[in-house]
């Protein structure tokens, strides 16, 4: 390969950077300027924020089994725990809260109750979906919250047991509930 050939431009540009490398001396420090650092100071991480963890649940209605319709619910696998309720039918499920001590969204059905129990009645609206609710407590301490919703041909409810945190549970609760929808043949 033959050598390259320097064009005069290069080479004055060059002499320029050489001479003006060679002449320049330090100036000396004065007693009043701060010292220079030695590096630079890193900044600190970016914070990233964790994106939630999709999880769906999905299951036959509680009122009307046969419907060809399901309900169809949304949550942060990362804040709750799809599992099995323990009771029969065995393929219930439940919502369990993985930090909030017995915070959990179970299916529900209208039961009676004993001696001690009383139940408010309400209705709430989550998003878009409407909600009618029932409020359970024992001896004036609120123990769970029943949450019915559907339309013609389907109807579901949710029962969420709140635990010692209360008003914590249920609005972490209540974000779940709020993406109910109805999904199936009409």
């Not at 890193?42 to 963890?53: D, G, K, R």
């Not at 998003?127 to 301490?141: K, L, P, Y």
């Not at 769970?144 to 008003?167: E, K, L, Q």
């Amino acid at each position: 390969m033959p050598p390259t050939r320097l064009g005069p431009v290069t080479v004055l540009l060059a002499g320029i950077l050489l001479t003006a490398c060679l002449t320049t001396r330090p100036l000396p420090a004065t007693p009043s300027s701060p010292p220079i650092p030695t590096s630079t100071p890193t900044p600190p991480a970016a914070t990233q924020t964790a994106e939630p963890l999709p999880g769906v649940w999905t299951a036959q209605p509680t009122y009307g089994s046969g419907s060809p319709k399901l309900f169809y619910l949304t949550f942060d696998a990362s804040i709750w725990s799809l599992m099995p309720t323990g009771m029969a039918p065995s393929n219930d499920r439940m919502l369990q809260h993985r930090t909030l001590s017995g915070c959990s969204i179970v299916p529900a059905a209208g039961h009676g109750l004993g001696p001690g129990w009383s139940a408010e009645q309400g209705s709430r609206r989550l998003g878009a979906v409407g909600f009618e609710t029932v409020a359970v407590s024992e001896n004036d301490a609120l123990r769970f919250v029943n949450y019915f919703t559907g339309d013609s041909g389907f109807f579901t409810g949710f029962g969420v047991t709140v635990g010692a945190d209360t008003n914590e549970c249920l609005e972490r609760a209540e974000v779940v509930l709020a993406s109910f929808q109805i999904v199936g043949e009409s």
